[in-house]
């Protein structure tokens, strides 16, 4: 069954008591309360087609996100993430809940994943091939990603690809895409098949909406891909759209860098991202035109 | 003895095997609880060791395995550090003794497995203290506060300098000279505890007597105000009774040696509880010989009252409506432990303007 079934009213109900609402997102079980009706609207939005749980189902994160106390609740009201009662992070001005609930869970699985390699960066498939983006904030990897996913790409994550340390596939984790600044007008534009979720303003990394995932990338969720590509990109404006092959070494040295965990699995972390590397073709990428972008990246999986 | 609250985790602990008829439901619990308790890992461990662990549900074995592959990593560096400390230290002639998980590390007892902790503690002779010091300072450590007070409350009343930071990695050290603070009037002769140490490695390293550990994590844990990792600190408690249970004359030499070092108290509570809570093996006897430590009926139905609570896994699913109360008795009952009233009023009324003032950093 579909979040999408549950009546508006259900909805928020089962949020609101500690039940919670139990999603499945790629492969994690999240258990969710909060009576925060943005959150409420943040998963109507963008979280519709995602399969609800069983209640007899193993939960991976149990997830909170409230005020802190009854005073923030009323004066200059804040929200906490809690992740089983504990909380990791200082509470947020009220009106950020969805984007906390986005970045709370993506610390989640970046800490309590280390059956994955996981890299910081966005990952599609298209015709069997993974193509891997990872990227600093600011490198265009977001947009990049939901560009390709609105041009029928397959989306496997846009903020971490988690390498199975055991067969080096991608494993998906298909979620909100996070789109910042103007990057948001620029995708409305780019296609209008793009939904885009509540957009705030005056976060920690500027005004933040979040593109809704295609359902097909979320039914296909189960399925892993085989990484073929690994690309840094860089948006810079009126740039010529350029792919450069990267050299084994400096492609291995820069990933390595962009790893949430690879100093955890110490030889572990280097085995799986060498054979990542030597599986893969390395470039970097500068673009400015989406449309060119998506073009010969349609044209390499042809 | 009937306890107020249930666990999952606690059933685990005194018989791994009963997890083999579980349900998904109760590994999700069984999971939150272990992670609360900061057990993950030592779970895991015990499942290994019991052959359970390849049995157990994929999504529950993801968890202990991914806390597991963190905690290999946690081992690598704590070894790089206690070479460090050890490299540091190298001209002091008096002993080093390390403490607690440290130590455990260092004495391969069966504490220290799965045991993830951020400090290190080492123990040095007390004149000593200023060579140590400085041979610290040269080799990357510097003091947490330069703050003229916090200086002189460690210095004049604690059993330890003010915690020092390595430049570079940014790790802690705690160095004591004793075992409890100098105000305590359970505070032991150190050089008791010195007498009895016990070298490990060819390095001037050491560790405190087997007895001295057991009682060191004993006294660490009932003056303790804040009991989050309380479960963790009774089950290291459980696990070294039981792995130095095996030597003959072993109870006789611990209720000895707790009467030596002033520590009756705190081994009564270790005894009692790791009794009660996670079924270790103490001999009736030795239970009956350290009631008597603590006098009074009343006085030891408060203390079941308050600890069989706050003991348990810092877990909502762990608490009954009394543990918040009981946590916070023992939040006060320890400041009220660790100096006379004389020095406590003062000294918690000056932390408490300087917090007000924003001053304070601790």
Known sequence: ?302 | MRMPVAAFLRDVFINPHCVEDYHLQQWDLLIRQARSANVLVRLAEMFKESALFDAIPDKPRMHLESAWIHAQRFKLSLIWEIKCIEKALLPIDEPIIFLKGAAYHLADNHAGKGRLFSDIDILVPEKAIPEVERALIKGGWMTNTFDPYDQRYYREWMHEIPPMRHLKRQTTLDVHHNILPKTCKFCPDSKKLLANIVQTGENNTWVLAPEDRILHSATHLFHEGELEQGFRDLSDLDLLLKEFATHPDFWSTLLLRADELKQRIPLYYALRYTHAILDTPVPQSVLDQSEKYLTGRVRRAFMDFLFLRALMPNHASCNDRWTGFARWLIYIRSHALKMPIRLLIPHLLRKSFRRFSSKDTH
């Open chain 1, 1 to 302: 069954m579909k979040l999408s079934s549950l009546s508006t009213h259900t909805l928020k109900q089962s949020l609101g008591n500690h039940l919670g609402i139990k999603l499945k997102i790629g492969g994690f079980h999240i258990c969710l309360t909060s009576s925060i009706d943005n959150v409420t609207q943040h998963l109507i939005n963008l979280y519709g087609d995602f399969e609800l749980l069983h209640d007899d189902d193993f939960i991976d994160f149990h997830v909170e996100l409230n005020a802190p106390s009854l005073a923030r609740r009323l004066f200059r009201p804040q929200v906490s993430f809690s992740f089983d009662g504990h909380v990791p992070f200082k509470p947020l001005p009220y009106d950020q809940a969805a984007a906390m609930f986005e970045w709370g869970l993506n610390w989640c699985i970046a800490n309590h994943s280390n059956q994955y390699l996981i890299i910081h960066a966005a990952v599609v498939e298209r015709n069997g091939q993974a193509f891997i983006f990872p990227g600093t904030p600011g490198s265009g990897k977001s947009t990049l990603c939901a560009a390709l996913v609105l041009s029928g790409w397959r989306l496997l994550s846009d903020e971490m690809t988690l390498i199975s340390t055991v067969d080096g596939m991608v494993h998906p984790v298909p979620r909100p895409i996070s789109l910042k600044n103007q990057s948001i007008d620029v995708i409305h534009h780019f296609s209008d098949q793009a939904f885009i979720g509540q957009v705030v303003k005056d976060t920690a990394k500027g005004t933040v909406g979040h593109l809704r995932p295609p359902n097909a990338s979320i039914e296909q969720s189960a399925m892993p891909a085989k990484p073929t590509k690994l690309i840094f990109p860089k948006y810079k404006e009126a740039s010529e759209t350029q792919l450069l092959e990267l050299s084994k070494g400096k492609s291995m040295m820069r990933a390595a860098e962009d790893c949430f965990n690879y100093n955890v699995l110490g030889s572990q972390g280097f085995d799986v991202l060498g054979n990542l590397i030597d599986q893969c073709d390395c470039y970097t990428f500068e673009y400015s035109q989406l449309t060119e972008a998506i073009q010969l990246f349609t044209q390499l999986t042809d």
